[in-house]
């Protein structure tokens, strides 16, 4: 089936460590999205990509890196540098082809806490 | 700077009655779109609405799109229990080589009630 897998569910971070959370999508879509929901919040957009090797900062990228090696893949590091990166984070992707850009589908979320 | 504000932010509603949510956008988009959301849980895509005038209608929910207001509702008929969730109305931000992005309202978090 496709769809989009986030991993792991549930990330525990200690103060100043790097954290690394995976996106992969088997939907063949172009463009892929990571946000950020704080409780009772809205969606931010923290990083997109839309094509191999290349991805633009969102709203909220400060803290944040990401990497796009392969069209299926888009993880994304939590940095030291984020001073409060507990959120539940969620994974996105779309096609990019004219009509075929319908909707966005989303993984199911990694909830990352700080200890 | 694409903005898009959801009223109300919180709705109780007891079961059996019809309310309406609230989505206004600032700039010209060509799409809105409607999640639902468990606590939780991921996002849960209801409706893409396309163009000025479209409605869609999926069991007790009932989404329109007025582009020329920039205005979305998403109507509730005769609620029931299960409708208890947060709604997101997101619409599509359209800049010159960009990709497409999706902004986010903060959510109506609906409660129904017995």
């Known amino acids: 089936d496709g769809g989009i897998t986030q991993s792991p569910k549930y990330l525990f971070r200690k103060e100043g460590q790097n954290v690394t959370l995976s996106c992969e999508q088997n939907?063949?879509?172009?463009?892929m999205y990571w946000y950020r929901q704080d409780p009772g919040q809205g969606l931010r957009l923290i990083y997109y990509?839309?094509?191999?090797?290349?991805?633009q900062k969102g709203d909220i990228a400060e803290g944040y890196s990401v990497s796009r090696e392969k069209k299926e893949s888009f993880p994304l590091t939590v940095t030291s540098a984020q001073k409060n990166p507990t959120a539940f984070y969620l994974c996105?992707?779309?096609?990019?082809?004219?009509?075929?850009?319908?909707?966005?589908?989303f993984g199911q979320g990694t909830r990352l806490t700080v200890v | 700077e694409l903005k898009v504000e959801q009223n109300p932010l919180f709705l109780s509603m007891q079961e059996g009655k019809n309310y309406t949510i609230y989505c206004n956008y600032s700039?010209?988009?060509?799409?809105l779109y409607w999640y639902r959301q468990d606590p939780g849980k991921s996002l849960e895509s209801l409706f893409v609405?396309?163009?000025?005038?479209a409605v869609k209608q999926e069991g007790r929910l009932m989404a329109s799109l007025d582009t020329k207001a920039r205005l979305s509702t998403l109507h509730i008929t005769a609620a029931v229990h299960d409708l208890s969730a947060t709604y997101f109305c997101?619409?599509?931000?359209?800049?010159?080589?960009?990709?497409?992005?999706?902004?986010f309202g903060s959510g109506t978090q609906l409660t129904v009630l017995p």
């Open positions: 990509s839309q094509i191999v090797n290349d991805f």
């Open positions: 939907l063949n879509h172009d463009a």
């Open positions: 996105a992707s779309t096609s990019l082809s004219g009509a075929l850009w319908t909707e966005a589908f």
């Open positions: 997101a619409v599509r931000l359209i800049s010159s080589g960009s990709a497409r992005q999706l902004t």
């Open positions: 700039t010209t988009s060509d799409r």
């Open positions: 609405l396309l163009s000025n005038g």
